[in-house]
Nanobody, 125 residues
Framework: QWRLVESGGGLVQPGGSLRLSCAAF????????VGWFRQAPGKEREAVSC????????YYADSVKGRFTFSRDNAKSTVYLQMNSLKPEDTAVYYC??????????????????WGRGTQVTVSS
């Protein structure tokens, strides 16, 4: 069964770090554009970061630029989101998504192939 499974969420104090993982089962992420999205209570889902299928373009939302790092391990068919200097406003459910998209700018990809169920990140003292 083809699916994405996120892990690594949890409760962390402001200024702390977490690393989210997203493992693909049944397919290999190295030919997909992969993205991280988040949704906070009462807010719309927003794109946090994404990587093109060829790995030559990585996007970061302005709100996380310089604090979050996207990486991909093709051998493990897993992507990661390293989150440092976390802020309370980073609190949300984080989802990963994958789509077959050959374009360079992953922000333009139609994220309608695979979605994980999400992992909760809470930043609070």
């Amino acid at each position: 069964q083809w699916r994405l499974v996120e892990s690594g969420g949890g409760l962390v104090q402001p200024g702390g770090s977490l690393r989210l993982s997203c493992a693909a089962f049944g397919f290999s992420v190295d030919i997909y554009a992969v993205g991280w999205f988040r949704q906070a209570p009462g807010k719309e889902r927003e794109a946090v970061s994404c990587i093109s299928s060829r790995g030559n373009f990585i996007y970061y939302a302005d709100s996380v630029k310089g604090r979050f790092t996207f990486s991909r391990d093709n051998a493990k068919s897993t992507v990661y989101l390293q989150m440092n200097s976390l802020k309370p406003e980073d609190t949300a459910v984080y989802y990963c998504a994958a789509v077959l998209y050959a374009g360079t700018n992953c922000r333009q990809a139609p994220w309608d192939d695979y979605w994980g169920r999400g992992t909760q990140v809470t930043v609070s003292s």
